[in-house]
C-alpha cells in the first residue's frame, strides 16, 4: 500500500518558518517526481513546488520564488518542503504527491500526480 504522511504544519506568525515532511512508502522513491500542492477552501488546489531528485530537477510557483525549498532524502524516502518568510496568504492545507514516471515543471496539475498524503494545515497569522 502506497502511504504519503505529511507532518510538520502548524500555526506561525507572519515572517517566520515551518519545514513541512513527506514521509512516503510503499513505492520505489527514486522512482517518482514529488510535489507540493496547497489548497484553502473555495478555491482549486494550487501547485508550490515539484522535484526530480535524480536530476536537481526544481520548480516554484512565483508566489513562493525565492522563500520556500524543496529537497528530499531518498535514503529516508522523505521529501521536504521547507518555508520562510511565511506569509497570511500561505495559509492553506498542504499537500504532498507522487508522480511516475518522473517530471515536474510549471505546467503540473494535480490531476498528473498518483498518489497524495492527507494534508496537513499551515497557518500564518498576520
Known amino acids: 500500500e502506497v502511504q504519503l504522511v505529511e507532518s510538520g504544519g502548524g500555526l506561525v506568525q507572519a515572517g517566520g518558518s515551518l519545514t513541512l515532511s513527506c514521509e512516503v512508502s510503499?513505492?520505489?522513491?527514486?522512482?517518482?517526481?514529488i510535489g507540493w500542492f496547497r489548497q484553502v477552501p473555495g478555491k482549486e488546489r494550487e501547485g508550490v513546488s515539484c522535484?526530480?531528485?535524480?536530476?536537481?530537477?526544481?520548480y516554484y510557483a512565483d508566489s513562493v520564488e525565492g522563500r520556500f525549498t524543496i529537497s528530499s532524502d531518498n535514503a529516508k524516502n522523505t521529501a521536504y518542503l521547507q518555508m520562510t518568510s511565511l506569509k497570511p496568504e500561505d495559509t492553506a492545507v498542504y499537500y504532498c504527491a507522487a508522480r511516475f514516471p518522473k517530471y515536474c515543471s510549471g505546467d503540473d496539475y494535480p490531476r498528473d500526480y498518483d498518489y497524495w498524503g492527507q494534508g496537513t494545515q499551515v497557518t500564518v497569522s498576520s
Open positions: 510503499g513505492l520505489i522513491f527514486d522512482d517518482y517526481s
Open positions: 522535484m526530480v531528485s535524480s536530476t536537481s530537477t526544481t
